[in-house]
């Protein structure tokens, strides 16, 4: 079946840090893979996306590599701002057909 | 563009009451989905109308009542509701199954 494993949080780090949430995955056949941002009170944000192996999705100074091999998308920035303070979910969809499957979230807060 | 609309932002209703979501995206997108949330949780897929034929119903109580009227609106009927189901209410509409664009929410409240 399908299904993704995210990093449980919560996370807290200092502005300027070096963040990574890690996300695996299972999929039968070849899905795309997402992050999206859910900051409180609002609706999840598309924050970037990979469609094929090897595909690196950037977005904002995020960026997450398609790795077939480790059946991993990893998410990573160089320095967080307190304004990065959000919920992240990886999620993948299989392409054959219209569901998503999403982790359950990491949440991420900086501190100044 | 790809902004996804709902109304109302807020809804608080009591479990006797009637009332109704309303989701909007003018995308061109042919796939509607209606999520519930609740906090510190990942949305948990509701129904899914492809082509504004229903195609998935992850078994919802029949106090929830979905409509397609076009293929840019997207209604959620409401009725009878419990306070368990108070929640953040996801809208979203994707093309052919690839990237999902979600709006801002509905607050509801049930009391």
């Known amino acids: 079946g399908n299904s993704v494993t995210q990093m449980e949080g919560p996370v807290t780090l200092s502005e300027e840090a070096f963040l990574t949430i890690n996300c695996t995955y299972t999929?039968?056949?070849?899905?795309?893979l997402f992050w999206y941002v859910q900051y409180p009170g609002e609706g999840l944000q598309l924050l970037l996306k990979?469609?094929?192996?090897?595909d690196k999705g950037s977005n904002k100074g995020f960026e997450a590599t398609y790795r077939k091999e480790t059946t991993s998308f990893h998410l990573e920035k160089g320095s967080v701002q307190v304004s990065d303070s959000a919920v992240y979910f990886c999620?993948?969809?299989?392409?054959?057909?219209?569901?998503?499957?999403f982790g359950t979230g990491t949440s991420l807060t900086v501190i100044p | 563009d790809t902004e996804v609309t709902q109304t109302p932002k807020h809804l608080v209703m009591g479990m006797t009451n009637k009332k109704s979501l309303k989701c909007e995206q003018h995308?061109?997108?042919?796939?509607m989905y209606w999520y519930k949330q609740k906090a510190k949780k990942p949305p948990e897929l509701m129904f899914v109308?492809?082509?504004?034929?229903?195609?998935i119903n992850e078994s919802v109580p029949s106090r929830f009542s979905p409509e397609c009227p076009n293929s840019s609106l997207l209604n959620l009927h409401l009725h009878a509701l419990q306070p368990e189901d108070s929640a953040l209410y996801l809208c979203?509409?994707?093309?052919?199954?690839?990237?999902?664009?979600f709006g801002p929410g509905t607050r509801l409240t049930v009391l």
């Open positions: 979203a509409s994707s093309q052919a199954g690839l990237t999902q664009y």
């Open positions: 999929a039968t056949g070849y899905p795309s």
């Open positions: 999620a993948l969809t299989a392409n054959t057909g219209n569901q998503f499957y």
């Open positions: 109308y492809s082509y504004e034929k229903l195609s």
């Open positions: 990979a469609t094929k192996a090897d």
């Open positions: 995308m061109g997108h042919r796939a």
